[in-house]
C-alpha cells in the first residue's frame, strides 16, 4: 500500500471532473487543507454542517469530499461569534481537509446528473444541452422510462424513488402519458425552457421559486419540484468511486459515508 496524499486524490477525481467544467461562479475545489497532506480516512458528505464536522471528528476523518462548497463568499473577519466562522474554527483545529466538487460534477459524464437518471431508471440517457466541442455535456440530462406513464403513475415513482412524501408540480396542460424525462439535480427552474426544447414530456429539478414556478408552468411540459436534498445520493456514489480508485491505485485509506442528515427542512402532515 502506498501512503496517499490529498493531491493524489484530487489529480484521480479531476480527470474525471475537471474545474474547469464547473460553472464562473462556482467555488470548487480546495477550502481547507492543501496538496501535500496525507489521507489515511475520507468521509463523503453533501454539505459541510456542524454536525457533519462533529461526525468527522467522532470517526477520526482527516478528509472529506463534499458536493457543496462551504465558502462560497470572502470571509471579511474571523469573528468566531458567527456560525459560519465556529464551523470553519473548528474544520482548521482538528486539521480536517475539505475538497469539493460541485457544478463540475453536476456537468461532467458519470455525475450527480446521470446519478439521478439512473436512480430514476432512465435508458438513453443524454446531454439535455448540445455537446460542446471537447464532446463535453450540458449540466441537465435527458431519458427515456423503460415505458409510458401516466400522471399520477409517475408522480408515485418520482415519489418512491426519491423517498418524498409531497410533491410540488407545475403543468398547464396534463398528457395522456409520460416517457421522456429531464433531470437536474439542485436549482434548475432556469434550464426548463432546455427541457422544453429538448422535448421532454417531464422535468425534475429543485428549489423552484414562485416566479420561476410561472416559467415551469408557462412551458410545454411537467414541472416537478423535489428539493435539492436529492443529491445526497453523491454520498454513497462519491465514496463508491473512491473505494474503486484505492482498491485500483492500492492506497492505504478508509472510505465512509456520512450519516448526518443536513437537510433543514420537515415536511409535516396534518
Sequence with gaps: MNTLTLGQIIDELEQRYPQDLAETW???GIHFGDRTRSVSKIMTALDIRHNVIDEAIAQQVDTIIVHHPPIFQPIQ??????????LYQKIIQHNINVYAL?????????????????????????STLPLDEAGNPGIG?????????SREDLLTHV?????????????QTPKAQYQRIAVLGGSGA????????????????????????????DANLLTIDVGHYIEA??????????????????????VIESQSPTTPFETIIF
Design 26 to 28: 462556482d467555488q470548487v
Design 77 to 86: 473577519r474571523f469573528d468566531t461569534s458567527r456560525e459560519n466562522i465556529r
Design 102 to 126: 460541485h457544478t463540475n460534477l453536476d456537468i461532467a459524464w458519470n455525475g450527480m446528473n446521470d446519478w439521478i437518471a439512473e436512480q430514476l431508471g432512465l435508458t438513453c440517457v443524454e
Design 141 to 149: 440530462r435527458i431519458g427515456l422510462l423503460p415505458s409510458p406513464l
Design 159 to 171: 415519489k418512491q424513488v426519491f423517498k418524498l412524501q409531497h410533491l410540488v408540480v407545475m403543468e
Design 190 to 217: 432556469e434550464y426548463v425552457q432546455d427541457a422544453a426544447n429538448a422535448q421532454a414530456d417531464a422535468f425534475i429539478t429543485g428549489d423552484i421559486s414562485y416566479h420561476r414556478g410561472h416559467s415551469c408552468y
Design 233 to 254: 445520493i453523491f454520498i454513497p456514489k462519491m465514496a463508491t468511486l473512491l473505494k474503486k480508485l484505492a482498491h485500483e491505485s492500492q492506497w492505504d485509506v478508509t
